[in-house]
């Protein structure tokens, strides 16, 4: 089966090469045989990577070591789901995933718009198999996940070895959140070749009008969706198996997952300037240009270890490859600016800096300012070794002292966006639109303060999240109440029906709603509280009103590991709250250790006890109490479902003629009585 792999591999290269070559010709002869000739060679590139995918799958389902990405990432003890997760643990498989990924993406392309967009698709269809061939150029001749392992016997000749057993997996990555993030970060990061490959194609067709915007913003929010989602699962994998108490750090593979958000997040938003006024065309193509580059530079230091990263792989020579990809990336984007940069020009201007096409741009602003802020900081290791000889790391305090003002900034322009107009606001509407959801913000902030929020930016922070909760709350108000009014409807159907005539904009609303939740949760950690103590049994340990009573201590022998756990009995006000089980966990086939944090959660707050070790046989716990943290993870939740609304296709209103009952002889016409025109959604 490896065998069979490789070659389909291999096989998937040589298909990739024609169909970028022949993608290349097509494009200059418009020979439409050579142009669905490149096209099927696109979708048979992806087929071959499927199977290639699945060999592999296979071999560590066998439990077949004597390849040596197996035997590297597995063993026999190992549960099958975390055989399955093990295809993306380590570099040369993380790799071949990511063709996989982006190989779904293109064959869902190439089949979507096969027989649509004819001067377009070409083009794109050379972009991606592009980007696909250099991928497979990796796991073809660079990193393969195929090889065999072997040793050198007395004639010369190499004899394949197969292992009784493997290395296992490592210790961290045996989770179920490591078995769903990397899966959901890699789609975010693949999914963005799709609006770049638009984009540039775009640009180098001079395709008319904006039809490329329409066609990537659905790839787009797909793309940011499942990065979203793999940012939060990676933080709760964090959080719940590291147990150094909280769920973001800064770290630089933390911080690459962030860059492309950013700017993907910036691009969702100024793209709706383009589409309502022809404005900042040049600065959405290069928003694109840009995520996807961040995507590459992610990929980079993951993989290149140039900086040093607990979610990092070990140093390799594999990220000068990367380097190379993305120089060349560089290149060919300013190339085809500057060749075609008048395709570009703005059809208007800002009329008003008090209109919803300023907050856009601020909103911009604020985005790409965190993003060069996050990446200066992520990238000053290296640049200091570079220039000085020695590496100097910033850490935690630098980036939320940038960050932490910029991120209340863009909350505040979250709130003030939807209640300003296109063009230019009237001082009357300011006042109609701002004031209920500014007295809502500062009572909000009088209440935060009065339960014991003194900390300047979580004061600050919480009358903010109020704000902007108020002025959606506002907006579906308004809008239900018109269809209330019209249809009859309770106000729960009338904000459904309102969400699906415009699902693109309540949607968004929704995604907003939940980035308040995140930040009320992030509010929280400025009065976060730990204790660390030496436990013998029987002892009790204080914190924030609960009292930690360590009943006993236990073993328990799991198929791959054996759990040493403290048995917790949790107390408040005297009263029983339940048992926590921290536990720490070593592996013999890996030989790690690695620690299961025990949460108790509500809404006001997490206790979060670590079973930190022993000291001359006495175990260690550390305790934390951390605010707010479960309204981080509703508020991820929300934000996903907000994107799913928005992804779906608005309803369509209707006319339905409805007979209506009217007095006898009143309007009668030949025995015809009039019929009510009532206004009703397809569908419903």
């Not at 939060?232 to 964090?238: F, K, T």
């Not at 997490?606 to 070790?613: F, K, R």
Request: hydrophobic share 50%; aromatic share 12%.
């Amino acid at each position: 089966m490896d065998v069979f792999g490789s070659f389909a591999l291999i096989l998937a290269f040589v298909c990739a090469v024609y169909a970028f070559c022949g993608g290349i010709a097509a494009i200059l002869t418009r020979h439409p045989l050579l142009v669905k000739s490149t096209r099927q060679a696109g979708i048979a590139v992806c087929g071959l990577i499927f199977v290639s995918t699945l060999s592999l799958v296979y071999l560590f389902l066998t439990d077949n070591f004597s390849v040596a990405y197996v035997a590297g990432h597995s063993n026999r003890d190992l549960a099958t789901f975390f055989k399955v997760a093990a295809l993306w643990s380590g570099q040369e498989g993380s790799l071949l995933f990511w063709s996989f990924l982006l190989a779904v993406y293109v064959v869902s392309v190439l089949i979507a718009y096969r027989n649509k967009n004819g001067e377009l698709m070409p083009y794109v269809g050379v972009i991606l198999a592009g980007v696909q061939l250099f991928f497979l150029t990796i796991s073809n001749f660079v990193a393969s996940p195929f090889k065999s392992l072997g040793v050198v016997n007395a004639a010369g000749a190499m004899d394949l070895v197969a292992p009784r057993d493997g290395n296992g997996l490592r210790a961290v990555l045996q989770y179920v959140e490591m078995v769903i993030h990397p899966p959901n970060l890699y789609s975010g990061y693949t999914g963005f070749t799709i609006p770049f490959a638009f984009a540039l194609a775009a640009l180098l067709a001079r395709y008319p009008g904006e039809k490329w915007i329409h066609l990537t913003r659905k790839w787009t929010m797909i793309a940011w969706c499942f990065q979203t989602m793999g940012i939060l699962l990676g933080a709760h994998w964090a959080y719940a198996v590291l147990g150094w108490g909280g769920y973001w750090g800064w770290d630089p593979v933390e911080n690459a997952s962030l860059l492309p958000w950013l700017t993907g997040t910036a691009f969702l938003h100024s793209v709706m300037m383009q589409e309502k006024r022809g404005m900042m065309k040049v600065w959405n193509v290069w928003l694109v240009f840009l995520t996807f580059m961040l995507c590459v530079l992610g990929t980079l230091l993951t993989r290149s270890g140039v900086v040093s990263s607990v979610h990092s792989f070990a140093q390799s020579s594999i990220g000068n490859w990367f380097v190379g990809f993305l120089a060349l990336v560089i290149v060919v984007c300013l190339a085809a600016y500057f060749k075609n940069r008048d395709y570009l020009k703005s059809e208007n201007q800002l009329d008003s800096m008090v209109s919803r096409e300023s907050s856009f741009l601020f909103n911009n602003l604020v985005l790409l300012v965190a993003c060069v802020a996050v990446l200066s900081g992520t990238l000053f290791p290296v640049f200091s070794e570079w220039f000085t000889g020695n590496r100097i790391s910033v850490g935690a305090p630098f980036f939320n002292k940038v960050n932490v003002p910029l991120g209340l900034l863009l909350m505040l322009l979250t709130g003030v966006g939807p209640l300003l107009a296109w063009r230019k606001t009237s001082p009357e509407s300011l006042k109609r639109n701002f004031r209920g959801p500014a007295i809502a913000g500062l009572a909000g902030g009088f209440i935060a303060f009065a339960f014991g929020f003194r900390e300047f930016y979580s004061l600050v922070c919480l009358t903010l999240c109020v704000f902007v909760a108020a002025t959606i709350l506002q907006e579906f108000y308004r809008g239900a109440k018109v269809v209330r009014v019209r249809s009859g409807a309770s106000w729960l159907a009338s904000c459904v029906d309102l969400t699906l005539r415009n699902t693109r904009r309540y949607g968004g609303y929704i995604v907003h709603f939940g980035m308040v939740m995140i930040f009320i949760g992030l509010a929280g950690q400025a009065i976060n509280r730990e204790v660390e103590k030496e436990m013998p049994v029987g002892s009790t340990l204080s914190i924030g009103g609960y009292d930690l009573l360590l009943q006993s201590m236990d073993q328990k022998q799991e198929k791959n590991y054996v759990a040493e756990r403290m048995i917790v009995e949790v107390m408040k006000n005297q009263k029983p709250v339940m048992l926590l089980y921290p536990e720490r966990r070593n592996f013999p086939a890996g030989e790690e250790s690695g620690t299961m944090v025990a949460i108790y959660s509500t809404l006001r707050e997490d206790l979060y006890v670590v079973y930190a070790g022993t000291t001359d046989g006495v175990p260690t716990m550390h305790v934390f109490i951390n605010p707010l943290v479960k309204w981080v993870w509703w508020g991820g939740m929300v934000v996903v479902m907000g994107t799913l609304v928005a992804l779906l296709p608005n309803r369509a209103a209707v006319v339905v003629l409805a007979r209506k009952e009217v007095p006898a002889g009143a309007g009668e016409v030949a025995g015809l009585r009039p019929a009510s025109v009532t206004l009703r959604e397809a569908g419903k």
